[in-house]
């Protein structure tokens, strides 16, 4: 079955223009988790998704950073007035259940942003 | 915030031989996962364990957690140059995954 995709694989663009990065999760995946990993790093959380319940935001770095996911599956990354500092892969993730029930996650490839 | 750390950072080994890194976290956990990340790619999903489970195998995948430590290793028996890749180990917080910032494993033929 199809795993975990995310579009575009790859993009490039100017400080202080926005850019939306998509993800279409594993079907029937009731939670959606968004990653940031720059260069050598670890996976710095971003932002969790469950059923129908209120995003976990706690990890978000600014107020130019959100996140929706409609209808409980396609999630969408908007990061606003980008700065080179959010130059990072932008990783999605889903899992059948939440983090708390011992389920698994299922990683996309990842969007790679370059912020020139 | 950043639970686990892995340790070491790299790890170089020929062939054949054992790999086994360690990983420590600070808080209690409901279980911690072992990732494996290549590459370019997305990080997949190696093994999960319990907090009241203290060893797991899976294939040549042997992982022990000592939850009075606070601490975790993944054992990689009879490596081969396919193993090659960062691997990251989880822990859950409240409803997210914190990830550590990985060993990096050379595997050389």
């Known amino acids: 079955g199809a795993g975990v995709s995310q579009s575009p694989s790859n993009k490039v663009t100017e400080k202080g223009k926005d850019v939306e990065l998509r993800c279409d999760p594993i079907?029937?995946?009731?939670?959606l988790y968004w990653y940031r990993q720059s260069l050598g790093q670890g996976l710095e959380f971003l932002i969790y998704?469950?059923?129908?319940?209120?995003?976990?935001k706690s990890g978000l770095p600014s107020d130019r950073f959100s996140a929706e996911r409609t209808g409980g599956s396609v999630s969408t990354l908007t990061i606003q007035r980008t700065q080179q500092e959010d130059s990072a892969v932008y990783l999605c993730?889903?899992?059948?259940?939440?983090?708390?029930?011992?389920?698994?996650?299922?990683f996309g490839n990842g969007t790679r942003l370059t912020v020139t | 915030s950043q639970q686990g750390e892995e340790d070491p950072q790299a790890l170089s080994i020929q062939e054949g031989e054992n790999a086994t890194m360690n990983c420590s976290y600070k808080?209690?956990?409901?279980?911690l996962q072992w990732y494996r990340q290549n590459s370019g790619r997305g990080l997949v999903h190696l093994i999960l364990?319990?907090?009241?489970?203290r060893e797991k195998h899976s294939g040549r995948l042997r992982v022990t957690l000592d939850t009075s430590k606070k601490s975790s290793s993944l054992l990689i028996t009879a490596s081969r140059a396919a193993d090659t890749a960062s691997y990251f180990c989880?822990?859950?917080?409240?409803?997210?995954?914190?990830f550590g910032k990985g060993t990096s494993l050379l595997v050389t033929p």
């Open positions: 993730a889903s899992s059948l259940l939440g983090g708390n029930y011992n389920s698994p996650l299922h």
């Open positions: 079907s029937g995946h009731t939670a």
């Open positions: 998704f469950q059923g129908n319940s209120a995003p976990d």
């Open positions: 989880a822990t859950n917080s409240g409803y997210a995954l914190n």
């Open positions: 808080t209690s956990i409901n279980n």
């Open positions: 364990i319990r907090s009241n489970e």
